[in-house]
């Protein structure tokens, strides 16, 4: 709450930030996120990762399987999209957005709705004036035209005209044509050491010759092909990770075949509470 409010402080208005407090079981903790994302009509609710970075000994990592049954409800009930922060410490400091001298974020567009939602909020970021995006998309020229692909050229086009001209910003391309190209691309040190933060999207066709065999390495669904691919203990991957899922339909939610996504439902109250405005800003411990 500390870190929201210092950026409230230095967002000139831009931004309120309320604080809610909720109380309930982790079977249905889902369920009061879910309901205030709502109720507030929000765009995005934004969750970290289960697995953390053990800070007192500094190597591994602590696995806190409850959370990850959260996070794995919210993704397939939340009315609005949803972001999974994998933090490596990379994002950490102990200045301001407003005082630090850049951010370097990366982007990685391969195709999809989650990919296009990925790009959009990148696009955001990058109005910031001390951030740097790179976007860097793999093409496939063998992948068949679709309207997916045809949304995508939409999205790819506003972002080339965005940052047309702005020197901070790059937008790049790689030719790939199997998941091999991909992950060379990907697990190059340029693109998992150079930011601070990559954005990638969730979900991806299977079916498709780039993620083709992925599904069998896939330890953590929740991340999808590309962010496990950059969350896996053999990765030389040292960067914060934020992974996109758009908003899910009716009939997506039908298509989740993992069976540890599905929870069952149980009848349990839980209550919100409105935590008290507080105007001081306390300085944020690291």
């Not at 933090?87 to 850049?102: A, H, I």
């Not at 195709?111 to 790179?134: I, K, Q």
């Not at 020229?141 to 080339?160: G, Q």
């Not at 989740?256 to 349990?268: A, M």
Request: glycine letters at 4%.
């Amino acid at each position: 709450m500390n870190a929201f409010r210092l950026y409230e402080e230095h967002s000139s208005g831009g931004l309120i930030m309320n604080a809610f407090t909720a109380i309930s079981p982790y079977a249905t903790m889902h369920d009061d996120v879910c309901t205030l994302a709502l109720e507030k009509r929000t765009s995005m609710v934004l969750i970290p990762f289960h697995k953390q970075l053990n800070e007192l000994s500094g190597a591994g990592v602590l696995d806190n399987n409850p959370i990850r049954s959260v996070n794995r409800n919210i993704l397939q009930n939340s009315p609005c999209s949803v972001g999974i922060l994998l933090d490596r410490g990379t994002l950490n400091t102990n200045v301001t957005l407003s005082c630090k001298t850049s951010y370097n974020f990366g982007m990685i567009f391969v195709e999809g709705p989650d990919d296009r939602e990925a790009l959009a909020y990148a696009m955001r970021m990058a109005e910031h004036p001390n951030v740097s995006l790179t976007v860097v998309r793999l093409v496939d020229h063998n992948m068949k035209h679709s309207v997916n692909r045809d949304l995508d050229m939409v999205v790819i086009s506003k972002c080339k005209i965005a940052i047309a001209g702005r020197k901070q910003h790059v937008y790049k391309e790689e030719h790939v044509k199997d998941s091999v190209d991909m992950i060379n691309v990907i697990r190059s040190n340029s693109m998992e050491n150079l930011y601070d933060l990559i954005l990638v999207g969730r979900r991806h066709d299977s079916n498709s010759p780039l993620f083709m065999g992925l599904t069998e390495w896939n330890e953590f669904p929740e991340l999808g092909f590309i962010g496990d691919m950059l969350a896996s203990s053999d990765s030389n991957c040292d960067v914060s990770v934020l992974v996109v899922q758009q908003q899910m339909l009716g009939s997506d939610r039908l298509m989740v075949s993992d069976s540890s996504f599905n929870s069952k439902e149980k009848e349990v109250s839980f209550s919100i509470v409105d935590m008290p405005r507080d105007d001081r800003v306390h300085p944020v411990a690291y």
